[in-house]
């Protein structure tokens, strides 16, 4: 099993920045990426980034590119978010992409951190 604890989030004004972070714990799987989900309501989740840790490479939303920046510290993956828009408004939610020990893949979920962007 692997537990994820999200931290950051809250109220700010469009223009502002907030930053995520989520650590992962546990044992029996390796992490392959991590990622930043969203969720704004009467919509879908939607990918915001992920980070592969085993080569690092990055993916980003279009909407969020060139505003966002995910990085990751050994299990700890950041979401520094800046120039923030009501639109980014949304439940975000961590998510670790993971193998257990025969390959077999898992995905886990954080229980989610409310980010209200004020107009």
């Known amino acids: 099993q692997v537990r994820l604890v999200e931290s950051g989030g809250g109220l700010v004004q469009a223009g502002g920045s907030l930053s995520l972070s989520c650590a992962a714990s546990?044992?029996?799987?390796?992490?392959?990426?991590m990622a930043w989900y969203r969720q704004a309501p009467g919509k879908q989740r939607e990918l915001v980034a992920r980070?592969?840790?085993?080569?690092?490479t990055t993916n980003y939303a279009e909407s969020v590119k060139g505003r966002f920046t995910i990085s990751i510290d050994k299990n700890t993956v950041s979401l520094q978010m800046t120039s923030l828009k009501p639109e980014d408004t949304a439940v975000y939610y961590c998510?670790?992409?993971?193998?257990?020990?025969?390959?077999?893949?898992?995905?886990?979920w954080g229980q989610g951190t409310q980010v209200t962007v004020s107009s």
């Open positions: 546990g044992s029996g799987f390796s992490l392959r990426a």
């Open positions: 998510n670790a992409q993971t193998r257990n020990v025969v390959g077999v893949p898992y995905d886990f």
């Open positions: 980070i592969s840790t085993t080569l690092s």
